[in-house]
């Protein structure tokens, strides 16, 4: 079956600079979220999407900026990179049909290393 | 602060032992209690999920036992093997919402 794809899966980045995170959800799949995962943590939601609108914000900092696009996928922007951003990313997607299960299926994650 | 506490932190079990890890929330509009599995440097894979209408769910060694009045959830696996050596995560979310994590277990099936 079809999972989750995000790309790249790797980056390294230089502080202040910018990043770009790609993410495809599961086909026919309608919402996207991101999640932030730090070393030996849970992951903390960062915003989410529904049918390409903003449905929900997390703690997700001023410097970050998302979309979701007519075909579903997410961008999830990252200006004036701090060390702290320095994490996996995770996009997970989920069906609003599965009635009301919320079944989020994650991706294998983009590892972000800001030096 | 945590929305939903787990625990324990980590836990070790012999092959073929049953491993439990707890759970617990405080807000009532949470409908959805999911247990995720983590590998390391991989993405949480979804095992198990319930909602609060149901007590208890099986799913293979897998099952959640939900305790809605004492607002408890927790996940037992049994015949444990060492590739279930992972961390593992609860969750809960209402509707359509994020998912709102434990901080996680670290199980580790010795041989």
Redesign the interface.
């Known amino acids: 079956a079809a999972g989750?794809i995000q790309s790249p899966r790797h980056l390294i980045k230089e502080k202040r600079e910018t990043a770009t995170l790609k993410c495809y959800p599961i086909p026919r799949h309608d919402?996207v979220?991101w999640?932030q995962q730090g070393p030996g943590?849970?992951?903390?939601?960062l915003i989410?999407f529904?049918e390409k609108m903003q449905?929900?914000k997390?703690s997700i900092p001023d410097r970050f900026s998302a979309q979701q696009f007519s075909d579903y996928h997410s961008e999830l922007n990252m200006s004036s990179l701090e060390l702290g951003d320095s994490a996996?990313y995770?996009c997970?997607s989920?069906s609003?049909f599965d009635r009301?299960?919320?079944?989020?299926?994650?991706?294998?994650?983009t590892?972000l290393t800001v030096t | 602060q945590q929305q939903v506490k787990q625990s324990p932190q980590s836990l070790i079990v012999q092959k073929g032992g049953i491993s439990i890890i707890n759970c617990a929330y405080e807000n009532t509009a949470f409908d959805y209690f999911p247990w995720y599995q983590q590998f390391p440097g991989k993405g949480p894979a979804l095992l198990i999920a319930i909602r609060p209408d149901v007590s208890e769910k099986k799913e293979g060694r897998f099952t959640i036992s939900f305790n809605k009045s004492a607002k408890q959830f927790s996940l037992h696996i049994m015949d444990s093997q060492p590739g279930d050596s992972a961390t593992y995560f609860c969750a809960a979310s209402y509707s359509w919402g994020k998912l709102q994590f434990g901080a996680g277990t670290q199980v580790v099936v010795t041989p």
């Open positions: 989750v919402t979220y999640y943590q849970d992951p903390q939601f989410s529904y449905s929900d997390g996996l995770f997970a989920s609003r009301g299960r919320n079944e989020q299926y994650f991706g294998p994650g590892r």
